[in-house]
Every structure is written in C-alpha cells, then in structure tokens.
C-alpha cells in the first residue's frame, strides 16, 4: 500500500541500503541529511533537506544552499491501475550551474543525466526488492564480488 511504501521511504536505514553503491547516506536529523556520492575522481556532499512530506503521497528532498549542486528529489505514491497496488515514482533533477564551469557543462548535460538516471533506475529497482522481499539483493558474499588485486572494488552487474 502507498502508506506502507511511504514508511518505508522515510526510513533513513532502508535509504541508505537502496542507494548503495551510488550514494552513502548520514542522517543529521528527522528532516536533514547528508548523501556522500562516489565519483570518479574522488566524492561529492551535498545536504539536504526535507521541503515537502504529504504523508502516503510525496517526500521532497531539496539540497540546501551551500552545496556545489542543486538536487531536488520526489518520491511519489499513488494507486496504481486496476486498484493493483502503488506506483512510486522517482523524480530527480540536477542542476549544474552552481559548479565552477557549470555553464559549460550545460551542453555536455546529456551524457551527465546518463549516470544520475542509471543510478535513479538501480535506486527503484533496490527499493522495489526491499518492499516486496525485505531485503535489498547484493552480492557481498557471492565469489565473483570478491576484491580484485585487493583493491577493493568487485564485479558489477
């Protein structure tokens, strides 16, 4: 159900397992946090807070101020056809403007919003698992995550 869906969602434990290995999450408070993503060339954090709660319908993340990005996040639940349960859709924008050279980066935007809707994609897909299932699948402890060269980093499917 949509108000099952939404607890689920404003649980700050759940969201952190459905946004691994994108995002780590640090709660800062009830309506502020904190997601360290992993890039390339090292990380980027960006606080947040909570704009908009309408309870079994929206949760709205808005990135504050001082950060190098403007990110607004909309989770939404509502009935799905045929009275065969919820949709929850995920909305997620970013804005590159406030970045040095964000500007410039504007034309080259297409190949930028490749990886935050990849990453969108595998956040719906975790968070459709942890609500049907319970849990998120992961392959910790399958053989072939195993670290390569003791580097850390496994393989990724």
Do not use: C
Not at 31 to 38: A, E, G, N
Not at 49 to 58: A, D, K, Q
Not at 69 to 94: I, S
Not at 110 to 124: E, I, N, T, Y
């Amino acid at each position: 159900s949509a108000s099952e869906l939404f607890t689920l969602w404003r649980n700050p434990g759940n969201l952190e397992k459905i946004r691994l290995p994108f995002e780590q999450l640090t709660v800062l408070g009830s309506d502020h946090v904190r997601w360290t993503m992993k890039l390339p060339a090292g990380s980027l954090e960006i606080e947040a807070l909570l704009v908009e709660e309408r309870p079994n319908e929206l949760v709205h993340w808005r990135s504050t101020s001082a950060g190098p990005l403007q990110v607004d996040e909309r989770m939404r639940f509502k009935p799905a056809p045929q009275d065969r349960g919820t949709e929850a859709t995920l909305d997620y924008e970013v804005d590159f403007s406030r970045m040095p050279a964000g500007e410039l980066l504007r034309p080259l935007s297409s190949f930028f919003h490749r990886a935050p809707q990849s990453a969108v994609k595998k956040v719906l897909e975790n968070f459709k698992s942890l609500a049907e299932t319970g849990e998120v699948p992961t392959l910790k402890r399958n053989p072939s995550a195993r670290a390569i060269n003791g580097n850390g980093k496994g393989d990724w499917i």
